[in-house]
Structures are given as C-alpha cells and as structure tokens.
C-alpha cells in the first residue's frame, strides 16, 4: 500500500510527521523591499522599489523553476530540514485529496 498524505515526510530529528513548506529568505527580504519601495515616496520609488523588482524576479524564478529542492520545517520541533521537489509536489496532491 502506498504513504498517502502526511506519511510521505517526516522529521528526521524527531520523527513527527506535521511539517510545512518555508519560504526563500530572498523572496521575503525582495518583497519587502519592493513593498517599502512602493509606500516611501520619491526615494522608495527611484531606489527600493527598482532593486527589489530587480532582485525579487531572479529569486522567484530560481525557487520555484530551477531549485530541485524544497525547504521544509517541522511544527513541533521547528527542525529545517531539505526534501526533493518532486516528494514535495506528491505530499501537495496527496493532502489536496
């Protein structure tokens, strides 16, 4: 019988199964900085907002087209720990269901 659902990743330091995805730390720091750019007028607009449309593009294409793994935590622990893409879009389908 096939792992459905939470039973494909587990925490390797305590074993839980409750995990979650983490995001890329470029995209947050990009995207506030494009936020800051956006509300700060004239200096947020000729400086913030450009460097972080510039720098949050790149990010955001290399997370998700080209990384082949996926940043996970565990909610009990708060272990971060690295699985495959494709594991990560299995767990995804099979929680969907």
Same mark, same amino acid.
């Given at each position: 019988?096939? =792992?459905?659902?939470?039973? !494909?990743?587990?925490? =390797? ?19 506030? !900085? ?22 949050? !593009? =790149? ?35 099979? !929680?969907?269901?």
């Amino acid at each position: 019988m096939e =792992p459905k659902g939470q039973q !494909l990743v587990h925490c =390797p330091s305590c074993g839980f199964n409750g995990v979650r995805r983490r995001e890329s730390v470029l995209l947050q720091i990009f995207g506030a !900085l494009t936020l800051a750019g956006i509300i700060i007028p004239v200096i947020g607009w000729m400086v913030l907002f450009p460097i972080g449309v510039i720098g949050f !593009l =790149p990010a955001g294409v290399y997370e998700y087209l080209i990384s082949k793994k996926t940043r996970m935590v565990c909610t009990q622990c708060k272990h971060k720990f690295v699985i495959s893409t494709e594991l990560y879009k299995t767990l995804k389908k099979h !929680l969907k269901n």
